[in-house]
Nanobody
Framework: QVQLVESGGGLVQAGGSLRLSCVVS????????ITWHRQAPGKQREFVAV???????NYANSVKGRFTISRDNDKNTVYLEMNSLKPEDTAVYYC????????WGQGTQVTVSS
C-alpha cells in the first residue's frame, strides 16, 4: 500500500497557472498508474489525467492541451501542471495510485476566479 499527499492548490485568476504535486510514500515502483481526479461542488468526481508505469499519459478532453501530468521518480512525486485555467476547473483535486488496490490522497483545493 502507498500513501499520497497532494499540495499546490490555491486561488488563481482565470488564465493563470498552478502546479499540483502528489508525493508518494511506499513502493513507488509497484505503482501501475497514477491518476489525477477532481470533484467540484455538487458534482461527481471525474478523471483528469493519468500517467502509467511506462510513462504514457492520457487526459480528459476538458483539460487536453492545458494540463500536463509528469513524474519525478527520484522524488517519488507526480505533478499536474495546469495552464490557462478556467473557472470551471474549480474543484478539489485528488491523486490516486493503482497497485493491487487504489489509494487516494486527501485532496487539494483549486479555485479559479473569473
Amino acid at each position: 500500500q502507498v500513501q499520497l499527499v497532494e499540495s499546490g492548490g490555491g486561488l488563481v485568476q482565470a488564465g493563470g497557472s498552478l502546479r499540483l504535486s502528489c508525493v508518494v510514500s511506499g513502493n513507488f515502483f509497484s505503482i501501475n498508474a497514477i491518476t489525477w481526479h477532481r470533484q467540484a461542488p455538487g458534482k461527481q468526481r471525474e478523471f483528469v489525467a493519468v500517467i502509467i508505469k511506462g510513462g504514457h499519459t492520457n487526459y480528459a478532453n476538458s483539460v487536453k492541451g492545458r494540463f500536463t501530468i509528469s513524474r519525478d521518480n527520484d522524488k517519488n512525486t507526480v505533478y499536474l501542471e495546469m495552464n490557462s485555467l478556467k473557472p470551471e476547473d474549480t474543484a478539489v483535486y485528488y491523486c490516486a495510485a493503482s497497485t493491487t488496490t487504489t489509494s487516494w490522497g486527501q485532496g487539494t483545493q483549486v479555485t479559479v476566479s473569473s
